[in-house]
């Protein structure tokens, strides 16, 4: 099986509160786990990605945890901003990328 | 430093015409990948590509696709015999390839629209 689970499917969070996306895989040989967000009209833009050999990666405001046994990864948007409205999508792969069906994220003011 | 330039942005086609899609990879990136998102939908890998070489078309439809990335000039994704099921946004994405080098970097999409 190649499929990425991710969710939730939409999330409102308030200015300056943390935003979090899960996402699930089931392949063991992915060994790059990147995220992208997308707005509306536009490419996905990477955001941020992380490797099986560490459980942590941060970047500014956004963290990647990684737990290998548990084959699941997380997105933490600290400190969210209107701005962050965005659809977010966690991907999978090794060579070619699996991609999860996509966070909609609204940051209210 | 360009990015990924896809074109057109925007494409209209009737039911049984042709759409050429277009992707010129980042100065320096030799792999090129196609995806497709519909909808309130996820990138749907279709086709990854190097210079003149098909690695992996496992997300490729059977019938009416297409795609190569020939020595000189962008990657084409061909679609023959448009339906309107084939109505989505197409994003190619490039690389530089090799081991530590796979993050993909991702053009602005074409629209499809058939009519």
């Known amino acids: 099986q190649q499929q990425v689970k991710q969710s939730p499917q939409s999330l409102i969070v308030q200015k300056g509160g943390i935003s979090i996306i899960n996402c699930a895989y089931e392949n063991t040989a992915f060994d790059y786990f990147p995220w992208y967000q997308q707005f509306p009209g536009k490419g996905p833009a990477l955001l941020i990605a992380?490797?099986?050999?560490?459980s942590e990666k941060k970047e500014g405001r956004f963290t990647i945890s990684f737990n290998k046994s548990a084959k699941q990864f997380s997105l933490h948007i600290m400190d969210s901003q209107p701005g962050d409205s965005a659809t977010y999508f966690c991907?999978?792969?090794?060579?070619?990328?699996?991609f999860g069906k996509g966070t909609m994220l609204l940051v209210s003011p | 430093n360009a990015g990924v330039m896809q074109n057109p942005r925007h494409l209209v086609r009737r039911r049984g015409q042709e759409a050429r899609l277009r992707c010129s990879p980042m100065k320096g990136h030799s792999h090129v990948y196609w995806y497709r998102q519909l909808p309130e939908e996820g990138l749907k890998f279709m086709v990854y590509?190097?210079?003149?070489?098909?690695?992996?078309e496992s997300g490729m439809p059977k019938e009416r696709f297409s795609a190569e990335f020939p020595k000189e000039g962008p990657s084409i994704l061909r679609i023959q015999q448009v339906v309107r099921g084939d109505s989505a946004a197409y994003f190619c994405?490039?690389?530089?390839?090799?081991?530590?080098?796979?993050?993909?970097?991702f053009g602005p999409g074409t629209r499809l629209l058939v009519l």
């Open positions: 992380i490797r099986p050999d560490v």
């Open positions: 991907a999978a792969g090794y060579s070619t990328l699996t």
């Open positions: 590509l190097q210079k003149e070489n098909i690695i992996d």
């Open positions: 994405a490039s690389s530089p390839g090799g081991k530590g080098q796979e993050t993909q970097y």
